[in-house]
């Protein structure tokens, strides 16, 4: 059986797309008071939707008992069933079943999903706290994006410049209300946390 980096016996293991998703997942298990390390729990990021064919592959193939689950985007829903499917978990796997597995799909996207639970004005402090707001509205300035809601505004924003997705993962996790979890992001941590 594999081991987490402290050692651990894997017991669990959550597969996301990207860095910024592995941050939120942390960060909610952190506040949560849950210490993945400890209880055997990994955070395995893809790097891209379409490889969770292979890792579904590889992590069928290694057959240690552990639990799987995963958090992806809406867009990538489908790309998500087909690899399920075809690594043996069902078929015609609707979006209940792959609840039931343990894999949750944001609305849009994680991002789209925290903005939301916030809502703008209390993501627009959090801008103002880290030295962002002006920059922030200079996009709102700009044609494109001039007549658009600010919560696609924000949505925007957050994903451009400089990993700025991943540093706002967390900083917006840690802002959330724990009773107003985007429910995604609340299910596969309480998928992975569960005894």
Not at 21 to 33: I, K, M, S, W
Not at 136 to 155: C, G, I, K, S, V
Not at 187 to 193: D, I, K, P, Y
């Amino acid at each position: 059986m594999d081991t987490t980096s402290d050692g651990i016996e894997l017991r669990a293991v959550v597969v996301v797309e990207g860095e910024s998703d592995q941050v939120a997942v942390e960060a909610l298990a952190e506040r949560r008071g849950v210490d993945l390390a400890a209880t055997g729990v990994r955070v395995e990021r893809l790097g891209g939707a379409h490889r969770i064919r292979k890792f579904l592959e590889t992590f069928g193939a290694r057959g240690d008992g552990s639990r799987l689950a995963g958090l992806c985007d809406a867009g990538e829903e489908p790309v998500f069933r087909r690899a399920l499917e075809r690594a043996g978990f069902g078929s015609d796997l609707t979006r209940a079943d792959m609840e039931r597995l343990g894999f949750f799909v944001c609305v849009a996207d994680l991002e789209e999903e925290l903005i939301r639970a916030l809502g703008p004005p209390r993501v627009e402090q959090i801008l103002r706290a880290n030295d962002d707001l002006h920059r922030f509205r200079t996009l709102q300035q700009m044609p494109a994006w001039r007549d658009r809601a600010t919560e696609e505004q924000l949505h925007r924003f957050l994903g451009s410049g400089s990993r700025r997705k991943i540093r706002y993962a967390r900083l917006l996790v840690d802002a959330l209300d724990l009773d107003h979890v985007p429910r995604p992001l609340d299910r596969v941590v309480a998928h992975l946390t569960q005894q």
